[in-house]
C-alpha cells in the first residue's frame, strides 16, 4: 500500500547504542520511555507480547488490563509494527479497519549506533475527525522551521 | 497548560511580533535596538514585547537605564512540547533510555 505522507507522521532518531538494545528498549522496556500521560487506563506496566497477532498490553495496578494495540510485524532487530486501536475520542477502537499504524524500523549506522525511523500511517482510517488524530501525534513545526531554529540557538536569518 | 499554549500560539501568530521574537531568542536586546532592527516604531515593539511577555515566551530585565529583553526558556520548553508532538517527544525519551546504562535501569 502506498504511503501517503498526508495521512503519514513521520519521526527519527539516532540513538548511540547497537541495533538490539535499541530494539529491546523500544519493545521490552515500553514503559521506561513510554509517557506516563498517554494512557487509556491507569498503568503501573507495559506488556508488549513478542509475536504477530500479540498486543500491547497497559496493566493498570489492580491487574485490569488494556488491549489497546495489535503487534502486526516482530521481526528483531530490524522493524515493529503495532496498531493503533484509539479512536478519535482517545478510546479503544473495536474496528480493525479503522485503525491506524505504527511502523518502526531500525538500522545499524555503527555498531554502537542505530538509526530508528517511525511512521505513522493511514491515519485516514480513523475516519470523521482524523486531521485531529494526526495533529496530535504529529509536529506542529511544519509552518513555524524559522521558529524552531530561533528557539534552538542558531542565527534566524540566513548570513 | 491548554490556555497558555493557546496564548502563545496567538502571540506568534502575528509575523512581526514573531520577528521580535526571533531577534530576542538570537540574543537579549533592549526596546531601541529592536525597533533600530525592525520597520516599526518604537510603542509597537514595546506593544508586542508585552504581549510576548504575558504569553511567557519573554522575560525582561533593568539593566542600568534600558530594559533588556530575553527568552523565557520554561515558555519556550513549553512551547517546543507541544509543536514537537507525541511521536517526537516519545522518540527523544526513547533515545534517552536506550543510551543509559543497563545498571541505571529499574
Not at chain 1, 498526508?6 to 514503559?31: G, H, K, N, Y
Not at chain 1, 506488556?47 to 496493566?59: A, K, L, S
Not at chain 2, 529592536?34 to 515593539?45: D, F, K
Request: proline share 6%; glycine share 8%; with cysteine.
Amino acid at each position: 500500500m502506498s504511503t501517503d505522507t498526508s495521512t503519514a507522521v513521520r519521526s527519527e532518531i539516532m540513538v548511540e547504542a547497537p541495533i538490539e538494545r535499541a530494539f529491546a528498549v523500544f519493545t521490552e522496556e515500553m514503559q521506561t520511555w513510554w509517557n506516563p500521560d498517554h494512557h487509556l487506563i491507569e498503568t503501573a506496566e507495559m506488556i508488549v507480547e513478542p509475536r504477530v497477532g500479540g498486543n500491547i498490553v497497559d496493566r493498570g495496578p489492580d491487574g485490569s488490563e488494556c488491549r489497546w494495540s495489535r503487534v502486526l510485524a516482530y521481526e528483531p532487530p530490524t522493524l515493529f509494527v503495532f496498531s493503533w486501536d484509539i479512536n478519535t475520542r482517545w478510546e479503544l477502537e473495536p474496528d480493525p479497519d479503522k485503525t491506524s499504524e505504527v511502523a518502526v524500523t531500525f538500522t545499524a549506522e555503527a555498531p554502537d549506533r542505530t538509526q530508528v525511523v517511525l511512521e505513522h500511517r493511514h491515519l485516514d482510517r480513523h475516519g470523521e475527525g482524523w486531521e485531529g488524530m494526526r495533529d496530535a501525534v504529529g509536529s506542529g513545526w511544519s509552518d513555524l522551521a524559522g521558529l524552531k531554529d530561533a528557539i534552538e540557538g542558531r542565527p534566524p536569518f540566513p548570513g | 497548560m491548554t490556555d497558555s499554549i493557546g496564548q502563545t500560539l496567538i502571540a506568534l501568530g502575528d509575523p512581526t511580533r514573531r520577528e521580535v521574537f526571533e531577534l530576542v531568542a538570537a540574543r537579549p536586546r533592549a526596546v531601541g535596538e529592536l525597533a533600530a532592527e525592525l520597520p516599526v516604531s518604537r510603542p509597537a515593539v514595546s506593544q508586542h514585547l508585552r504581549v510576548l511577555k504575558e504569553a511567557g515566551l519573554v522575560t525582561d530585565e533593568a539593566v542600568g537605564a534600558r530594559r533588556v529583553y530575553q527568552l523565557h526558556p520554561e515558555g519556550v520548553a513549553e512551547l517546543r512540547d507541544y509543536l514537537d508532538g507525541f511521536w517526537n517527544r516519545s522518540l527523544r525519551a526513547f533515545k534517552a533510555a536506550a543510551e543509559a546504562d543497563d545498571k541505571e535501569e529499574r
